[in-house]
């Protein structure tokens, strides 16, 4: 039996509810009997059944007989504790499904090998690593939370062919933003969003753009709004304040209080201030953040090093002077192009830097 082919379809499955499982890993499963799929599933939104579960419960009546003779492939290793939902370690020995190929092993403190060990005692046949570079890569933001305590860090601007994010204006006129990419860009952004569970800006940005940082121009999840707001200059007229979503504000004022959906941390932004940031996204749960600028927040990450994709858009734009986009020195692992729009995408290879 090919593992690898069945192994795909699990990733396939899991990609489909990426997002919605956030925090959990989004796990596709498929129930393999003599070389054809009785049953598959993926993970329900978060708080729901787990990829084993919706597996199982999607095998016909007639073909339910087969299921303590199939093979069951899972691109992440089953749970063994209790959480929202019971452990589906509990389900595939219940279900006595005799022989199960992991795609990787769980890197979460309640699982991490516990799984597999609790199926193998049960008599089971275990088979692991199965495509799991891809299973690894598809849970990215997961895998980077749980064994670097943060969350996936994904940088993203937009500059002209000169290399600035926006030009210097006109003297005795109004600072408006000047939009470097089109409109397919921008809901490509847009669309970013969505997939992530929170967006970060600067003061600067909030006060020269009074950006909603939200996906009207797709559908999903908005994500949380990260806000650093060093002297508590941005008041209630800003968008990012608006509560209609959560927004995390991160200063080193104390004069606040905390609303539904509007949440404040002190901070030093003395030292290290990207880490602390990031110590703040972990603490909130938070396993994902794209960067939207401005040039400070940005290249304060690039400089710590702090940083997993670059997603860098550049326009026809000739600025000649202006606001200078961010030094980084990386080459693009890939480029596309939406219609006169470049995109970059880079990644942070390093050694601690490995999913």
Not at 72 to 85: A, R
Not at 328 to 346: H, R, T, Y
Request: proline fraction near 5%; include cysteine; aromatic fraction near 8%.
């Amino acid at each position: 039996m090919n593992h690898e082919i069945y192994m795909q379809r699990c990733l396939e499955l899991a990609a489909k509810g990426l997002r919605e499982a956030m925090p959990n890993p989004s796990v596709g499963a498929v129930l393999v009997y003599n070389n054809r799929i009785i049953g598959e599933g993926h993970t329900s939104p978060y708080g729901g059944p787990h990829g084993e579960v919706n597996c199982v419960n999607s095998v016909k009546e007639e073909d339910k007989h087969l299921i303590d003779k199939a093979t069951l492939y899972v691109s992440l290793e089953p749970c063994s504790h209790y959480g929202k939902t019971p452990p589906c370690c509990d389900l595939i020995i219940q279900q006595r499904i005799p022989k199960i190929v992991i795609g990787t092993t769980d890197p979460h403190e309640k699982v991490a090998g516990r799984g597999i060990k609790k199926l193998q005692e049960a008599g089971k046949e275990v088979i692991t690593g199965v495509l799991e570079k891809e299973c690894r890569e598809l849970n990215k933001r997961f895998f980077t939370f749980h064994e670097k305590k943060r969350p996936y860090i994904i940088l993203k601007w937009a500059e002209s062919v000169d290399g600035f994010l926006s030009p210097e204006p006109a003297p005795n006129t109004e600072k408006r933003p000047v939009w470097i990419t089109n409109k397919y860009s921008r809901q490509l952004v847009h669309k970013w969003r969505s997939e992530e569970m929170a967006i970060l800006v600067g003061t600067q940005t909030v006060i020269d753009d009074d950006p909603q940082l939200d996906v009207r121009s797709w559908t999903g999840t908005n994500p949380t709004r990260i806000v650093l707001d060093r002297q508590n200059r941005i008041d209630s007229e800003y968008a990012v304040k608006n509560l209609k979503t959560k927004s995390i504000i991160l200063t080193e004022q104390s004069d606040f209080h905390n609303l539904d959906n509007l949440e404040y941390e002190v901070i030093s932004f003395q030292e290290n201030l990207a880490k602390k940031i990031t110590d703040v996204l972990y603490k909130h749960n938070l396993q994902s953040v794209i960067i939207e600028g401005g040039r400070q927040t940005l290249q304060t990450f690039i400089d710590a090093e702090l940083w997993d994709e670059a997603r860098i858009f550049k326009g026809e734009n000739i600025f000649k002077k202006g606001t200078p986009a961010p030094r980084l020195v990386q080459i693009p692992e890939s480029k596309f192009s939406l219609l006169n729009d470049e995109l970059l995408i880079c990644r942070r290879y390093g050694k601690d830097n490995n999913i």
